[in-house]
């Protein structure tokens, strides 16, 4: 008796599936790489080392400073000021370096704040010393500009500021009001006046600006019961 030779089985669809996968598998392989190349292009290229410079004021710069930013009677003497430089994000989120005048005692915690505000990448509009608006808080403040020492009494005071002491910092002032009475005197700042929504350089209670000047131990005028000074910090807490 002949055996009987059955011939292999052959999958009617097999076929038709092969193309079909590949052309799964190769649609699947191109969305992973455009995923890939999309995290790639949104993640900000990393930040060159921060790298401050504090050092004292010199002869020009004392010069530049007398008498709009200080004049003999000040609490301070410019032999006791220090000129931070350091580098900051701004806006664009571009890459840019500022300088504040400080007192020589609270150098160290402007570099370590402002390493803080860096690495974070926490946005600063413009950093110069304010005697480039002739010592006038109220010109500073028009062009958003984070400043330091200036020899003026309080707002409203007749007392030294501790700004007159080198020892306080005003950072990014139009998003940061000071608030009076539910009013600001900059018209730019009115929209900044509801502080329940967060915007880019806003300082708030847990953000990182206002967490950066807490862990140096300064004090931030946006906890002030009454008037507020959202951007104002200071390392005496006044």
Known sequence: MTPTVRSPSVDPWAGRLAPALRVVLAAASAAVALSAAALSSAAPAPLPEFRPVVRSLSADERDGMTPSTWRRGCPVGLSSL???SVPFVGFDGRLRRGALVVHHSVARDVVTVFGDLYRARFPIRRMRPIQRYGGD???SIEADNTSAFNCRPATGSSRWSEHAYGRAIDVNPLENPYVSGGRTSHP???PYLDRSRLRPGMAVEGGV?????????WGWG????????????SARGG
């Open 82 to 84: 220090r000129h931070v």
């Open 137 to 139: 808080d109220f010109r």
């Open 188 to 190: 730019r700042s009115v």
């Open 209 to 217: 600006l206002v967490a950066a000047f807490d862990r140096a131990g």
């Open 222 to 233: 946006g906890r002030w019961s009454g008037i507020r000074d959202y951007q104002h910090f």
